[in-house]
């Protein structure tokens, strides 16, 4: 795929810093004096750059807009109102280039958008309208002309989101098994230490968790504050912007991912929509509305493309009502929703007598905040996983003893019509916010837990027969499920880090039961094992097929909680309070951070990776041997996949709290990651146990890595040198058998009479 970068080449480019043009009698081209203060200049407003924006004003606005700007009054029902008066100094100057840019690009009230307006046509329109109302105006952003096109895009097809290309990224875990695994293997554990930075950019601030996407050489990177932008993936130049307009700038975070099928991009934005952009050039394909502001929902998780539907979780306040809980599919062509299905039961379904007598309107907060499902299109089920309810304590809910479903669960979903085929419940009459809405992957695998390390193993399992099952780390109390995913059937589970909630599980049935000594009443004070930081938390683990280890970042965490009210309101939430701190069960020095290595065949721990600092990045494995992750303390690793030993590691701008991804363009791979915090939960939480650690936060950026040449020609050189080596026994061979053949024809023409 070709990138079109953007088309100033006829223009006049000047860029003057702080300093340059004041005194030192420097100027670059376009010959115009600095302003005071030396700020940016950008782009000479040239005859050749006006007459470029005449032509296309003429061509696309004057017939609303006038000759002049004035703006002709409307005629044949469009525009139902005059357009404003492009001569006012007044309206224009509340306005930057930018704003006008977009305006032309993205359409504004009653004017429509105009997508195919880029590069040098768009800034020298912009640079026309602005001489309506100051004729003395003599340059123009560059940013203005920042929005270009894909070339030679090609469509995602459903073909290719279950079987992605080696090269691209094209959804949260890289396929639809959740894996987070890359099969490329340019970087490999004997050359990772080589690694060398391709190219940074800046972010907009707020949390950070995202995922880029990469498609044919085309990087789609979701940044906090409903901005979206296409990159060459080569050099993180941009192509085209997509920004809301008309939000109040406040605190945001970025989804964790967008979802990318045939030419559209998907997302949700902060003022309750969900959002298909054209990939080739950002601009608005559609948009349906998902939510009022205030009305409680709200996403973490993005969308997610299964057979050309847009399925989508949500968090759901609890002064929402259990009304807003619910998972739904829309139309990935036309925005339109498919089905709905909520995640709290009504009365008279399955699952309303886990309730009790509680009333449907007071069943609050179970839903689907976490990481996106996994799907299998060959049972055609998605794989959901469900949060806990509020508030916390169960007898301020009035649900003493009682299940809650389907709180903390794996809900397995008809893709067609969203009906609940089978669900596990991971964590029953949940008092401590200890949600089970992390990622699960689909393995084939031969099912063969090993008693030594796996406490509860099903009498159901045949050892070493092979299984389609559902497995990992579901949720905060770090214990491994392996469920059979055509039916739910518990298999085995196994414990990674000191809990001190469930105390046994019953391997016929997999039935979870809950330690009564932490069900206590508000204002009691209990310690809990671990945090409702995690344990596991939101930053996803990853699975190697190389060597069928499950790999998750964990943090040791363990907190006092207190409920504080024994009249809660929806507006309380969990009515509770957290105090966090350290495990009494391990040693010093402490060591917050984590990574383990299980083997999801037998369930055994084969490795162990420990840090001061807690390890809050999502985990990416390759076909190269190598596990990516980072931590709270800005440090970016490279681990051996079998061995857990660090065999890289660098220092980028913020904590390591966005997903590690790598892809390929021209036979090159690249690994990138967006970092800057500012997440909270479990961020914030495991700097409560090391104040030492102080880094900035929210400050985002995204860093991609790569060989360098003089590596891979090298190990170019040393594959051509080996494969020569190996060919030459084989040439050996075949010189010697073609001397045998010539002796043999030789002596037969001998013997001939």
């Given at each position: 795929m070709l990138l079109c970068s953007t088309a100033l080449a006829s223009t006049s480019v000047l860029f003057m810093s702080a300093g340059v043009g004041q005194g030192s009698g420097e100027e670059q081209q376009g010959q115009l004096e600095a302003p005071r203060g030396g700020a940016v200049v950008g782009i000479a407003i040239t005859p050749e750059l006006l007459a470029r924006g005449r032509r296309v004003y003429e061509r696309s606005c004057g017939s609303c807009h006038g000759a002049s700007g004035e703006g002709n009054p409307p005629s044949g029902g469009f525009p139902a109102v005059t357009p404003a008066d492009l001569r006012k100094a007044p309206l224009m100057s509340g306005r930057t280039d930018s704003d006008i840019a977009r305006i032309v690009r993205y359409g504004a009230f009653q004017m429509p958008p105009s997508p195919g307006i880029g590069g040098d046509d768009l800034l020298g329109l912009v640079a026309f309208v602005r001489r309506f109302s100051d004729p003395e105006v003599e340059t123009v952003d560059p940013e203005a002309a920042a929005q270009d096109r894909v070339e030679d895009y090609q469509p995602v097809t459903g073909g290719m989101l279950e079987e992605p290309p080696d090269s691209d990224w094209l959804m949260f875990r890289g396929n639809y098994r959740g894996w987070g695994y890359s099969p490329l293997r340019q970087i490999t554990t004997r050359n990772v230490d080589n690694l060398q930075l391709a190219w940074s950019r800046a972010m907009e601030s707020g949390g950070q968790y995202t995922t880029p996407l990469v498609h044919d050489g085309v990087m789609y990177l979701a940044h906090p504050g409903d901005v979206i932008q296409a990159l060459n993936g080569r050099s993180g130049d941009l192509i085209w912007e997509y920004r809301r307009g008309g939000q109040e700038r406040r605190r945001v975070r970025n989804l964790r991912n967008l979802a990318i099928f045939e030419d559209k991009i998907y997302t949700f934005t902060s003022d309750g929509f969900?959002?298909?952009?054209?990939?080739?050039?950002?601009?608005?394909?559609?948009?349906?509305?998902?939510?009022?502001?205030?009305s409680g929902i709200g996403h973490m998780g993005g969308p997610f493309i299964v057979d050309e539907k847009v399925v989508s979780g949500r968090s759901c306040s609890a002064v929402g009502g259990p009304g807003i809980c619910y998972i739904a599919a829309h139309d990935a062509r036309t925005g339109q929703e498919l089905w709905r299905t909520y995640t709290i039961p009504k009365p008279g379904e399955p699952g309303d007598e886990t309730w009790?007598?509680?009333?449907?309107?007071?069943?609050?907060?179970?839903?689907?905040?976490?990481?996106?499902?996994?799907?299998?299109?060959?049972?055609?089920?998605?794989?959901?996983?469900?949060?806990?309810?509020?508030?916390?304590?169960?007898?301020?809910?009035?649900?003493?003893?009682?299940?809650?479903?389907?709180?903390?669960?794996?809900?397995?979903?008809?893709?067609?019509?969203?009906?609940?085929?089978?669900?596990?419940?991971?964590?029953?009459r949940d008092n401590w916010d200890l949600d089970h809405v992390f990622e699960r992957f689909l393995v084939d695998v031969e099912v063969a837990p090993d008693p030594s390390e796996v406490e509860w193993i099903?009498?159901?399992?045949?050892?070493?027969?092979?299984?389609?099952?559902?497995?990992?780390?579901?949720?905060?109390?770090?214990?491994?499920?392996?469920?059979?995913?055509?039916?739910?059937?518990?298999?085995?589970?196994?414990?990674?880090?000191?809990?001190?909630?469930?105390?046994?599980?019953?391997?016929?049935?997999?039935?979870?039961?809950?330690?009564?000594?932490?069900?206590?009443?508000?204002?009691?004070?209990?310690?809990?094992?671990?945090?409702s930081g995690g344990g596991k938390n939101w930053p996803a683990g990853a699975y190697s097929p190389r060597t069928g280890l499950m790999y998750q970042p964990l943090q040791n965490m363990c907190m006092y909680?207190?409920?504080?009210?024994?009249?809660?309101?929806?507006?309380?939430?969990?009515?509770?309070?957290?105090?966090?701190?350290?495990?009494?069960?391990?040693?010093?020095?402490?060591?917050?951070?984590?990574?383990?290595?299980?083997?999801?065949?037998?369930?055994?721990?084969?490795?162990?990776?420990?840090?001061?600092?807690?390890?809050?990045?999502?985990?990416?494995?390759?076909?190269?041997?190598?596990?990516?992750?980072?931590?709270?303390?800005?440090?970016?690793?490279?681990?051996?996949?079998?061995?857990?030993?660090?065999?890289?590691?660098?220092?980028?701008?913020?904590?390591?709290?966005?997903?590690?991804?790598?892809?390929?363009?021209?036979?090159?791979?690249?690994?990138?990651?967006?970092?800057?915090?500012?997440?909270?939960?479990?961020?914030?939480?495991?700097?409560?146990?090391?104040?030492?650690?102080?880094?900035?936060?929210?400050?985002?950026?995204?860093?991609?890595?790569?060989?360098?040449?003089?590596?891979?020609?090298?190990e170019n050189n040393a594959s051509r040198t080996l494969t020569s080596w190996l060919l030459l026994p084989l040439g050996i061979m075949l010189l010697l058998t073609a001397w045998w053949f010539l002796r043999r024809l030789i002596a037969a023409r001998s013997q001939a009479p």
């Open positions: 969900l959002l298909a952009l054209s990939a080739v050039d950002g601009s608005i394909v559609w948009q349906t509305k998902e939510a009022e502001p205030g009790g007598d509680v009333p449907w309107e007071e069943r609050l907060h179970i839903n689907t905040w976490g990481n996106v499902p996994s799907y299998d299109p060959d049972l055609n089920l998605i794989y959901w996983g469900t949060s806990v309810p509020a508030p916390s304590l169960e007898v301020l809910r009035g649900t003493a003893g009682l299940d809650v479903l389907y709180s903390n669960s794996t809900i397995a979903t008809d893709a067609d019509t969203g009906e609940i085929v089978w669900y596990y419940q991971h964590l029953p099903s009498p159901n399992v045949t050892l070493g027969e092979r299984r389609r099952v559902i497995t990992g780390m579901p949720g905060k109390t770090g214990i491994v499920y392996t469920l059979d995913r055509e039916t739910g059937e518990f298999l085995w589970a196994r414990q990674t880090l000191h809990q001190n909630v469930i105390t046994d599980i019953d391997p016929a049935t997999g039935k979870v039961s809950v330690n009564e000594d932490v069900i206590v009443g508000p204002f009691e004070k209990i310690l809990v094992c671990p945090s909680m207190t409920g504080i009210t024994d009249k809660p309101t929806p507006a309380e939430g969990y009515a509770t309070s957290r105090i966090f701190l350290k495990d009494p069960t391990l040693p010093e020095p402490y060591k917050v951070g984590q990574v383990v290595a299980v083997d999801l065949t037998d369930g055994r721990t084969e490795w162990l990776h420990q840090q001061r600092a807690g390890m809050i990045g999502t985990l990416l494995s390759t076909g190269g041997g190598l596990v990516f992750g980072g931590d709270v303390n800005r440090r970016f690793k490279a681990l051996d996949a079998s061995t857990g030993e660090v065999l890289w590691e660098t220092i980028v701008s913020g904590p390591v709290s966005g997903s590690a991804i790598s892809y390929a363009i021209d036979q090159r791979q690249y690994v990138a990651i967006p970092v800057g915090g500012d997440t909270a939960s479990p961020e914030k939480r495991v700097l409560y146990l090391h104040h030492e650690i102080r880094p900035p936060q929210g400050l985002n950026a995204i860093f991609v890595f790569m060989l360098p040449e003089r590596v891979l020609e090298r």
